[in-house]
């Protein structure tokens, strides 16, 4: 799979990032996360309505390589889960950005966006790991 790094996603250290779409986020992990884990077999994302925080667990998702703990890259309410995810977590592998998507939030503070990576500075992060 060629890694992309969409340029409408902010991205974390922990390799999440956020979409905005109007007055809520999209939150997934990375064509590169995808890549590091291989196989993803399994994928635990918390119920709609819960709260979560930036830089805080809100789930995990288990490869056959490790179980990683997925980090929100922005704190606010779950307005939607991908549930599709949940049932066939290659979704994920397919298409991380699009139908692999795991998180809708309203977010707390929409600042917080701002302080995340933009796609050139994540590149550089990631093609220099």
Request: charged residues 25%; proline residues 6%.
């Amino acid at each position: 799979m060629a890694l992309s790094f969409p340029d409408d996603c902010r991205y974390a250290d922990s390799h999440e990032y956020a979409r905005p779409e109007g007055e809520r986020v999209r939150v997934g992990i990375s064509a590169f996360a995808v890549d590091q884990l291989g196989d993803i077999v399994f994928v635990e994302l918390p119920e709609v309505g819960a709260t979560i925080q930036q830089g805080a667990s809100f789930g995990s998702v288990e490869s056959v390589k490790a179980v990683e703990d997925l980090m929100a890259p922005v704190s606010g309410v779950v307005e939607a889960r991908n549930d599709a995810v949940l049932a066939s977590p290659e979704e994920l592998q397919n298409d991380p950005y699009g139908e692999g998507w795991l998180l809708q939030v309203r977010p707390a503070d929409p600042a917080e966006i701002v302080g995340l990576m933009d796609a050139a500075a994540y590149r550089a992060k990631v093609q220099g790991a």
